[in-house]
């Protein structure tokens, strides 16, 4: 079984081949551990994440430490 590629995503299916090529070209593949964290709240990082396969979570951290669960992505 071949790994998922960008055409496998819903809302780049209908791109030519040649525009799909270029972005294939511009990604770089991560695989990230169960609960490993992808991204900081305040981070000033302009990276575009795309969940090819697992889900991934969306939480922020109150304050007193208490993890707020914002949403799942599949």
Do not use: H, W
């Not at 819903?10 to 990230?32: H, M, N, T, V």
């Not at 981070?43 to 951290?61: E, H």
């Amino acid at each position: 079984m071949s790994p998922p590629t960008l055409a496998d995503i819903a809302l780049f299916r209908d791109l030519p081949e040649s525009e799909l090529q270029l972005l294939e070209q511009r990604c770089r593949r991560r695989k990230y551990r169960r609960n490993e964290q992808i991204l900081e709240r305040d981070s000033d990082s302009r990276d575009v994440y795309f969940v090819i396969s697992g889900a991934a979570q969306v939480a922020s951290y109150a304050k007193s430490g208490r993890v707020i669960m914002l949403d799942s992505i599949p």
